[in-house]
């Protein structure tokens, strides 16, 4: 593959991360974590356990999303200076990691799309057939 190949591979992928960030709403998820880790803060948050259990869990899931988007967006930039870089001075080594890191990207994207989509899908199926078996055995 040739660099500019490699740069298109790399423009649509950060679309792509850009698409999915927009439909996950990611600014919305990271105020909503500061919102809740400041809940943390406040002395009466750890007397009621079940609460505090359930804050913990969204704060620890909507921080995972917003790590591996940030991750992905990160590994995305610093792959177009690689490249960017060995169209000024190419180097077989420095290609080969190039390459390794698009293929590496490509995964992760899948994953997060994935992951990101599941819980919705299932929620969104459930919802789906419990409406459909009430329809049924009405």
């Keep these: ?75 995305i930039n610093n792959t177009i200076e690689l490249v960017d870089l060995l169209k000024m001075e190419y180097d077989e080594e420095l290609a080969l990691e190039m390459t390794k890191d698009i293929k590496k990207i490509e995964k992760d994207l899948e994953k997060f799309e994935i992951e990101g989509n599941d819980k919705n899908y299932f929620v969104n199926l459930t919802n789906h057939t419990l409406k459909y078996l009430n329809t049924v055995f009405e």
């Design 1 to 75: 593959q040739d660099l500019e190949e490699n740069l298109r591979i790399l423009s649509s992928q950060k679309s792509k991360l850009k698409d999915l960030g927009d439909s996950f709403d990611i600014p919305k998820l990271e105020e909503k974590l500061k919102n809740l880790e400041a809940e943390t803060t406040n002395p009466s948050f750890w007397e009621d356990s079940q609460k505090s259990n359930t804050v913990l869990s969204k704060i620890k899931n909507i921080k995972g999303k917003c790590q591996k988007y940030r991750d992905l967006e990160n590994e």
